[in-house]
């Protein structure tokens, strides 16, 4: 991966210029759709083609094979993000895959009981309730707070009174721009012996996480959201306890456990016993240049930058006639979820993206409680950057106008 030392973020215009012109998209769209798929930046493009070259080349094995080191340091780019270590660290196909991967690693038992919270992502839910259905596992979740998110106090009685077999907590939702408390729910797992996993899917890229600060068991996460890396790979840390615990997917294979005997077979004795023999490696190697590129940008500007673009977004909207802004929560991320009187979101984006603007859409079923509370079928998801600009905002907010007036 090139140096992208000279291209630390600050608001300075040249600077977001310089990243701007890493982004080869940008010059054809205004995307703001990064809380979906965010556009990849020139080292991370380079990371996965230049693979695929080598593998058009040599050969699939053999490219895995000379690519070997620069795999490796993948899984140390990604774990410096993480706050952890590279052994701590399993990549998998998606976030998903990492999370339910983690999940089928508990030992649940008829009656054992799972402590969530109203606002986990939508794909969770389900999961949780296939466990509820398949074995009996209860699903208790923690109420809101007046101010949106999960009731800490609440979350803290349930974990006391309750003694969970599991606390599962999205950090970031993909409907809200909510940031859920996940550290203080951490010290509360942690307290009590406490099984915790974290959603991170939304919050890698976008703002500072510490898994081990967090105390965290589990924490899943995507590529292509705020990290900005390839669709189709995701990444699963795991905890020490969970290590020492003999914890294991339910499915291992090949790449995460050794056939040592006719019926025996040995765990990894790291978090990769909770990934799978085939992997798409220029995605692996494209993750850790996005990781890279972030470490170097540094997280706390990004954060700062794309909370505060998404916080002038959120003003002006409410400014806006027949709009609605969705986001409740003490703390808001760059992810801003608004609704429009009489306009259907899908058809927002479809108008949006013919003048050039990337947004995205969601519908009651997305988050079923969430959207039930606030009255609202779906919503309109838009998703900045450190790389968007106020003038992005200013195109956006021009087309809504003509769109919605017209």
């Known amino acids: 991966m090139r140096d992208v030392e000279g291209l630390k973020l600050s608001t300075k215009p040249t600077d977001i210029e310089a990243l701007r012109a890493d982004t080869p998209g940008l010059a054809h769209r205004v995307h703001l759709n990064n809380a979906g798929a965010s556009m990849m930046p020139n080292p991370v493009i380079d990371a996965i083609k230049g693979h695929i070259d080598l593998e058009a080349r040599v050969g699939g094995y053999e490219a895995a094979a000379e690519a070997a080191e620069a795999i490796e340091a993948s899984y140390g780019h990604l774990a ?27 030992p649940f038992e008829r009656g054992d009981l799972i402590v969530t919270t109203r606002n986990d992502y939508v794909s969770n839910q389900i999961q949780y309730l296939s466990l509820a259905h398949r074995l009996g596992v ?15 106090h609440a979350m803290e009685e349930l974990i006391h009174r309750r003694r969970p077999k599991l606390v599962a907590l999205t950090q970031i939702p993909t409907n809200s721009g909510l940031v859920q408390d996940a550290d203080a729910v951490g010290v ?28 965290c068991d589990f924490f899943s996460g995507t590529s292509r959201k705020y990290l900005r890396g390839p669709r189709g ?25 050794d056939w040592i005997d006719t019926d025996l077979y040995q765990p990894s004795p790291d978090a990769r016993r909770f990934e799978t023999w085939e992997f798409a490696y220029g995605l692996v190697l494209g993750t ?12 706390e500007a990004i954060r700062d930058r794309s909370w505060g673009l998404a916080s002038k977004l959120r003003e002006r909207l409410e400014e806006m006639p027949g709009c609605t802004v969705l986001d409740r929560g003490a703390v808001l991320s760059a992810t801003v979820t608004a609704s429009f009187e009489g306009h259907v979101p899908s058809d927002l984006v479809s108008a949006l993206r013919t003048r050039g603007i990337n947004t995205s859409s969601q519908t009651r079923i997305d ?28 195109e956006l907010m021009g087309a809504l106008h003509e769109i919605v007036g017209s």
């Open 80 to 106: 410096t993000l993480l706050g952890t270590s590279p052994d701590r660290v399993a990549m998998t196909e998606h976030a998903t895959a990492s999370f339910a991967a983690a999940l089928s690693a508990i």
């Open 138 to 152: 209860e699903i208790v979740r923690a109420p809101d707070a007046p101010e949106g998110g999960a009731d800490l």
């Open 188 to 215: 509360m797992c942690r307290a009590r012996g406490v099984l915790y996993l974290v959603d991170g899917c939304q919050s890698v890229g976008q703002m500072p996480v510490d898994v081990e600060r967090m105390g």
């Open 233 to 257: 790979a995701g990444f699963l840390y795991v905890s020490d306890r969970v290590l020492e615990a003999g914890l294991e997917p339910l499915f291992p294979d090949m790449r995460g456990a």
């Open 288 to 299: 850790g240049a996005a990781a890279a590129y972030t470490n170097e940008l540094g997280i």
């Open 367 to 394: 988050a079923v409680i969430d959207y039930d509370d606030k009255g609202v079928d779906g919503a309109l998801r838009m998703s900045p950057h450190y790389f968007n600009t106020e003038a992005d905002l200013d």
